[in-house]
């Protein structure tokens, strides 16, 4: 491929509509907001850019600071789950045969093209006390509570049915987050997968290595750069998510980026609603170069 030089005109025709796009519609958004942590309120609808750093401070609080550590600790376990869940399926459907395959990747994007609210609102009726998930349950402890008792063995299941008590709670929120971003993480592991050179584990698996140690020693190194852009697009908007944690984990499961929507909107202290965006902006900023730095680690120990 030519150097852009031998064609600027060419190059900059192609890049400035989005650049432009970028500038018009996100940096100058954030530079916005940026300069709204540094300000104070001076009426209802009224705020004073005095570069003051009382927004960030109140937001260091002990209060905020335990929000952020939630936020963080549900959005990194959701991001796990996620990883653990799609790995197995991203595998499948890279080895399914081909009529197969088109029919397993409709079914992963199919979550797409419902809207996102009323698939939160689907959740609700799954993981609600009488919801479907607790009806499967009593369903399958009838079933082998009637097995066991001609065994004698039916006092173990209890005289009756304990359903679960998952929504309105963290684990209500990382069913939630799972569910609703798990396709992020199953298309990228399946792009690094299919571009995957199959001779590699045919040569594992000559050379004497089981199946596992061929998927842990082969193709998971094979697939990190799919697993890192997973977890990225899965981490990312799981921590600043508050929709999901709004509907599904009510106020016993309230994380940072609720406390956001709320000083944005009902508290009406857009300053101090900035200053905590910005502080979780610079959070997602270390996490991801930590992560970076830990890859560039792998990578260099690797190479030698």
Not at 9 to 28: H, I, K, M, Q, S
Not at 87 to 104: C, G, I, N, Q, S
Request: aromatic content about 14%.
């Amino acid at each position: 491929m030519d150097d852009w030089r031998s064609a600027p005109a060419v190059f900059w025709a192609t890049l400035l509509p989005g650049l432009a796009w970028l500038a018009v519609f996100f940096l100058a958004p954030l530079a916005l907001v940026w300069l709204l942590s540094f300000g104070e309120r001076a009426g209802p609808a009224e705020i004073v850019i005095t570069w003051t750093l009382d927004n960030y401070r109140e937001a260091l609080e002990p209060l905020y600071l335990g929000l952020f550590w939630k936020s963080f600790w549900i959005a990194g376990l959701s991001t796990l789950i996620c990883l653990l869940v799609a790995f197995p399926v991203a595998l499948a459907v890279t080895f399914a045969d081909t009529r197969t395959k088109p029919v397993l990747l409709m079914l992963v994007v199919l979550p797409f093209w419902t809207n996102l609210l009323v698939r939160t609102y689907a959740m609700i009726a799954v993981l609600r006390t009488n919801g479907y998930l607790n009806w499967t349950l009593e369903y399958l402890w009838l079933f082998a509570k009637t097995v066991a008792a001609p065994l004698g063995l039916g006092g173990l299941f209890g005289e009756r049915f304990r359903p679960l008590e998952i929504l309105y709670d963290d684990p209500a929120v990382i069913f939630g987050i799972v569910y609703v971003y798990l396709p992020f993480m199953v298309l990228p592991i399946y792009a690094a997968l299919e571009r995957l050179d199959r001779s590699l584990l045919e040569a594992s698996l000559d050379l004497g290595a089981s199946h596992l140690r061929t998927l842990w020693r082969v193709v998971v190194p094979l697939a990190r750069p799919g697993i890192v852009a997973g977890v990225v697009l899965v981490f990312v908007p799981a921590l600043g998510t508050f929709v999901i944690s709004d509907l599904l984990g009510g106020p016993r499961s309230q994380l940072v980026g609720n406390v956001i929507e709320r000083q944005f909107k009902a508290a009406n202290n857009v300053p101090l609603g900035a200053a905590l965006s910005f502080l979780l902006l610079y959070a997602t900023f270390v996490a991801l170069a930590l992560w970076a730095w830990y890859e560039q680690r792998v990578r260099s120990r690797a190479a030698a």
